[in-house]
């Protein structure tokens, strides 16, 4: 084994911190690790929407080349900003046990609810989702790290924004007025970290594979597969959740318009021996109920 492991991460301080947990378990393990921080493009253009970007890899981008070119032997991110393809070479060596999948709402005062309001999230699927239960109310574009976009909710004359509650509660910075959204279907894989190596790299995907944690690998996996099924190469508001429950998985996902007037739901459960290719199921199902129509338009709409 190499004498220091580079750990490859964003320089954010919820990305620190997911990196530092990879940290200390290797050393833990006896492994002398360095953590090697990189910007990405989506942390250095908040000006631009992220559906505006070309969303898929934009937080891993520039780790998958740092990774390739030898200047970190692995990576480690937030699973839900990891495109569903892998860059040719690189393989998923180690998926950590989740944190809450769950998004939640931090807000200033809940009376805007049943009236005007104005809610922030650079999300589509969050976007979709409040205007569908909430179509009085009016979207703010908010991007950046999870400190940027708590100031920029306190400076700004909204009502409240949506955060993932993993990130805000990994770094201790759930403020005292937010509510669990327990109606809202989360990203695919929301809450989990995951890590990248190179697959030739045998001896270190060894070490990292005590890491893993099974039951999150596989919830991952439906999502991550229903989520490819559905996507084709284009953003839309898509959300997937998979929980078990003794042998018995249980699936829901979603597929909005991007305005949230049209939703597609499936939701399904399954013997954990058989879930090969459930996700690809439940995605072919949303197909089916229109969704082929609707991924379409949302193409065109996203594209004028």
């Known amino acids: 084994m190499r004498k220091v492991i580079r750990l490859g991460t964003r320089d954010s301080e919820l990305a620190l911190w997911q990196a530092a947990t990879v940290q200390n378990k290797l050393q833990a393990q006896g492994f002398s ?3 090697v921080p990189a910007k990405a493009t989506g942390d250095l253009r908040l ?3 992220l559906y505006e970007l070309g969303i898929t890899g934009i937080f891993t981008r520039t780790l998958d080349i740092a990774l390739a070119n030898g200047e970190i032997d692995i990576a480690v991110h937030s699973m839900k900003d990891v495109p569903t393809q892998l860059p040719h070479g690189m393989v998923q060596a180690a998926v950590l046990e989740r944190a809450n999948p769950l998004d939640i709402l931090v807000h200033k005062g809940l009376d805007f609810l049943n009236t005007e309001g104005v809610v922030a999230t650079g999300s589509l699927r969050r976007k979709a989702q409040w205007l569908h239960r909430y179509p009085l109310h009016e979207i703010e574009d908010l991007r950046g790290n999870v400190n940027t976009r708590l100031q920029k909710l306190w400076d700004n004359n909204w009502n409240a924004a949506i955060f993932a509650a993993a990130g805000l509660e990994r770094i201790n910075k ?4 937010y509510s669990s959204l327990q109606w809202m279907v989360p990203a695919p894989a929301q809450g989990a970290m995951v890590v990248v190596a ?3 790299d045998k001896e270190l995907r060894a070490a990292l594979s005590t890491l893993n944690h099974l039951p999150t690998e596989l919830c991952t996996a439906v999502e991550r597969e ?3 099924e559905l996507e084709g190469g284009c953003t839309a508001p898509i959300g997937a959740l998979a929980t078990l429950k003794g042998d018995q998985l249980h699936f829901k996902g979603i597929l909005l318009s991007l305005d949230g007037q049209e ?15 459930f996700g ?7 197909l089916q109920q229109g969704g082929s129509g609707l991924m379409e338009r949302i193409k065109r709409e996203m594209s004028n």
Do not use: S
């Open 33 to 35: 690790c360095e953590l």
């Open 47 to 49: 000006d631009v929407p």
């Open 174 to 177: 759930l403020p005292e007025q």
């Open 198 to 200: 190179k697959a030739a």
């Open 226 to 228: 229903f989520l490819r």
């Open 263 to 277: 939703t597609i739901t499936v939701e399904r459960e399954i013997d954990i021996v058989k879930v090969e290719n």
């Open 280 to 286: 690809k199921n439940c995605a072919r199902e949303v």
